[in-house]
Each structure stands twice: as C-alpha cells, then as structure tokens.
C-alpha cells in the first residue's frame, strides 16, 4: 500500500497516522471471510450510548456474489463507481434511529454508527487492507433495492480491499491518490475554556 502518514503536530498512534483513504485497490485479490469477519467485530466494540449499538453493516462480497454486489454498486455515485469497480466488498453503514431498550428516537445514533465505522477502518489498516469510506451514493436507491427499513439512516458505503498500484486510477484520481494529506491546524478545530480561543500547542 502506498504510505501517507499523518504528518501530525504531536506524535499520535501509530495505527491512526497510517489510516487514509486510498482509492487504488486490487481487482483480483478477494477479501477473506475470516478478515471481513475481524472488520465487523472491530465495528461491534464501538462505544455507543446506553450501550445501544445503533449500527448496522450490509456487506456485498464480489467473489462471492457477483449479482448483489453489482446491485449495490450502482447506487453509487457515477464519480466514485469509476474506481470502486475494483473493491472486491463494499459495505454500508446504517444508523437505526431508535433505541432498543425504550423504543424512544436515539440522537446519537448517527455519532455512534460514525465510531462503529472508524473502527472498522483502523481494523483494515491494521490486516493491511485499503477501506475508503463514501457518502456519494443514492440512500433511496439502496433502501429500496436491499430492503432496509424506511427509518433507518444510511451513512457511509465503505470499500474494502487489497491495495493495487496506483496505476489501476485515471490519470486525474492517481493525481489525488499521490497528493500529500492535509488537514486543518488545531488551532481552527480545538479551543481552550471558550469558543474559538484557539487551544495553546506548548
């Protein structure tokens, strides 16, 4: 897989700074059942509130069925179906918005399915796997295509496979596979005692 780390302000996990989003993925290397099983369990041993595990992961398994696989790749976005055609598992995240001891509506549902999917992520650097998650997919397309409830809020589509050579991308996605990662300084996003009082980095 081609190395980005994080070039981060203060050293961090080491796990954390190798996570990235990588679009160039093998087309011909399947994804184990027992690794996309290890994603899954990562995903389960999210903090949620109450304890409540909100998520829901549909999984698509091209070498194993090619069919459904094809179904849920063409609610995706025409702009990221161009290199997910190589992911041999896609996954969907999915928030159910209620909670399962009350049946009252869970505002943090959305939050906790956000961490259940981070882990999952972390997992898929840590066997190795490249995991891109995206929102640019038709959320009414899938529910009605795969069924899932009409409450429920669809997240995040996730691609999961071995990394490939950056050659697999067009020439404008391999520009972006090979760009440095960016993020904002903390000052912008992390603030001591009161809003926008930028947090001291001594």
């Given at each position: 897989m081609?190395e980005?780390?994080?070039?981060?302000?203060?050293?961090?996990?080491?796990?954390?700074?190798?996570?990235?989003?990588?679009?160039?993925?093998?087309?011909n290397?399947?994804?184990?059942?027992e690794?996309?099983?290890?994603?899954?369990?990562?995903?389960?041993?999210?903090?949620?509130?109450?304890?409540?595990?909100?998520?829901?992961?549909?999984?698509?398994?091209?070498?194993?069925?090619?069919?459904?696989?094809?179904?849920?790749?063409?609610?995706?976005?025409?702009?990221?179906?161009?290199?997910?055609?190589?992911?041999?598992?896609?996954?969907?995240?999915?928030?159910?918005?209620?909670?399962?001891?009350?049946?009252?509506?869970?505002?943090?549902?959305?939050?906790?399915?956000?961490?259940?999917?981070?882990?999952?992520?972390?997992q898929?650097?840590?066997?190795?796997?490249?995991?891109?998650?995206?929102?640019?997919?038709?959320?009414?397309k899938?529910?009605?295509?795969?069924?899932?409830?009409?409450d429920?809020?669809?997240?995040?589509?996730?691609?999961?496979?071995?990394?490939?050579?950056?050659?697999?991308?067009?020439?404008?996605?391999?520009?972006?596979?090979?760009?440095?990662?960016?993020?904002?300084p903390?000052?912008?996003?992390?603030?001591?005692?009161?809003?926008e009082?930028?947090?001291?980095?001594?």
């Open positions: 081609l980005k780390l994080a070039l981060t302000s203060t050293p961090i996990a080491d796990l954390i700074a190798r996570r990235w989003s990588p679009r160039a993925i093998d087309p290397q399947p994804v184990s059942r690794q996309v099983l290890a994603l899954l369990e990562a995903a389960r041993w999210a903090p949620s509130c109450f304890g409540d595990q909100p998520w829901r992961y549909l999984v698509w398994d091209r070498f194993r069925d090619a069919a459904a696989w094809q179904q849920a790749f063409e609610c995706l976005a025409e702009g990221n179906q161009i290199w997910v055609r190589n992911a041999p598992v896609l996954l969907l995240s999915v928030a159910a918005p209620h909670f399962g001891h009350n049946n009252k509506p869970n505002r943090w549902a959305q939050y906790d399915t956000g961490a259940a999917s981070e882990n999952l992520c972390l898929a650097t840590a066997l190795g796997l490249a995991a891109h998650q995206m929102g640019g997919f038709d959320p009414d899938v529910k009605v295509t795969f069924n899932i409830p009409a429920h809020i669809c997240m995040a589509m996730i691609a999961v496979g071995h990394p490939g050579p950056v050659e697999v991308l067009t020439d404008a996605l391999r520009e972006k596979e090979q760009a440095p990662r960016e993020r904002k903390l000052a912008q996003i992390a603030f001591d005692g009161r809003w009082q930028s947090f001291p980095q001594e």
